[in-house]
C-alpha cells in the first residue's frame, strides 16, 4: 500500500529526498506522516501533512525537513536538507484517516560524520 524509497547514505549537510508511492486507498483523504526509528528506540513522528495540506515538523527538523504530498500522482515526499548523523535513521511513511492506518516498509538514511 505505501512504498518508500530514496534512502541511502551521505555527508552531515548534504540532503536526500525520501518518496512514497500510496496505492490501494483513497490517497488524498488521508493524512500523511514521515517517521523514524533508531534501534532500540521507539518510532517517532518527524513530519506531518494532512488532508488539506497543512504541515507540522518535530523541532529538532524544522527549518531542515520539508514534506509534501502530490495527490495526483499519490505521492509523499521528505526534503531533507542539512543533514546530520543524528538524522540516521530508518524512515517509514505511514497514512491514515482515522478508521485505517498503513505504513511503508522503511528507508533507511544514514549520515556520515
Known amino acids: 500500500q505505501l512504498q518508500a524509497s530514496g534512502g541511502g547514505l551521505v555527508q552531515a549537510g548534504g540532503s536526500l529526498r525520501l518518496s512514497c508511492a500510496a496505492s490501494?486507498?483513497?490517497?488524498?483523504?488521508?493524512?500523511m506522516g514521515w517517521y523514524r526509528q533508531v534501534p532500540g528506540k521507539q518510532r517517532v513522528l518527524v513530519a506531518f501533512?494532512?488532508?488539506?495540506?497543512?504541515?507540522n515538523y518535530q523541532d529538532s527538523v524544522k527549518g531542515r525537513f520539508t514534506i509534501s504530498r502530490d495527490n495526483a500522482k499519490k505521492t509523499l515526499d521528505l526534503q531533507m536538507n542539512g543533514l546530520k548523523p543524528e538524522d540516521t535513521a530508518v524512515y517509514y511513511c505511514s497514512g491514515a484517516d482515522g478508521y485505517r492506518m498503513y505504513w511503508g516498509q522503511g528507508t533507511e538514511v544514514t549520515v556520515s560524520s
Open positions: 490501494g486507498f483513497s490517497f488524498s483523504g488521508f493524512d
Open positions: 501533512i494532512t488532508s488539506g495540506g497543512s504541515t
